[in-house]
């Protein structure tokens, strides 16, 4: 039997690590009470007491691996039996995967099209309804710089990200009036976990390239995100990076972006 409702809540994927980390602590700190999703059960319970202690916020967890098909419904089915009121939704769970495409793992990369865009998109055709009804809600979705161009070398990550800003303009555009935004935050390279799950620490891309931190990433994205910007590129070189692509041939922005990849002799 459900719950009756509780006070408005932020849900945030990929919250155990990185970015994700980084957001949960500055929304309790303005006193947003948490729904924190991540795989790793061990990591969000010490994040949710910490967060808990020090704000005084409610940080409850849900445990679970969103590569999985069933992840997404998983979590729908723990925030309806808890009686959750989701008001702001922070799809942030991702990954990438480096290498040349003809020899990359498929089950990584069906993986990552599960994280990166099928959880993603279901997650929020599933809470943007309520949200829409109530006249008000945010949703901020973690795409990337790598959203503005073809990618070689990483060619699956560069297309779900590009989806993902794709998808937040559109139905930020669809949702004019009704009191819901949609905010696509786009960071450049971050010192997160990202680098070493996509097996990228050899690669220029992270060499010459200045690397922000999470904090910093996700205090620019917080910001946009209560503005109710469209897309927030943090850092003035990713914005420059991001605009540049718009006003170069697109097969020269391609042979860029491989050559900036490609592992550093």
Not at 30 to 56: F, P
Not at 83 to 88: D, F, M, P
Not at 144 to 167: D, E, N
Request: net charge positive.
């Amino acid at each position: 039997m459900s719950q009756p409702p509780t006070s408005p809540r932020v849900l945030i994927t990929g919250a155990s690590g990185g970015i994700g980390y980084e957001l949960a602590k500055r929304f309790a700190r303005d006193g947003h009470d948490l729904i924190l999703v991540a795989r790793s059960e061990d990591k969000l319970r010490q994040l949710a007491e910490e967060l808990s202690r020090t704000h005084g916020v409610k940080a409850d967890v849900v445990p679970q691996d969103l590569a999985d098909p069933s992840g997404p419904d998983a979590v729908i089915r723990s925030v309806r039996e808890q009686g959750w009121n989701v008001e702001i939704l922070v799809n942030n769970a991702g990954f990438g995967l480096y290498g040349f495409f003809a020899e990359t793992d498929w089950q990584k990369e069906m993986d990552m099209i599960q994280v990166n865009i099928t959880a993603l998109t279901h997650l929020t055709k599933h809470f943007l309804p309520d949200m829409i009804q109530r006249g008000r809600g945010k949703i901020l979705n973690v795409a990337s710089t790598a959203s503005f161009q073809p990618g070689p070398l990483m060619a699956v990550y560069y297309a779900t990200k590009a989806y993902v800003l794709s998808f937040s303009e559109a139905i930020a555009n669809e949702l004019k009036g009704t009191g819901v935004t949609v905010t696509a935050l786009c960071p450049g390279p971050t010192e997160t976990g990202f680098i070493t799950r996509a097996n990228l620490e050899q690669s220029k891309l992270f060499r010459i390239n200045k690397v922000m931190d999470p904090a910093t990433v996700a205090e620019i994205g917080y910001r946009g995100l209560m503005r109710g910007d469209r897309i927030v590129i943090p850092g003035l070189h990713n914005w420059l990076l991001a605009q540049s692509v718009r006003f170069l041939p697109r097969k020269a922005v391609t042979a860029v972006v491989r050559k900036i990849s490609e592992r550093a002799e």
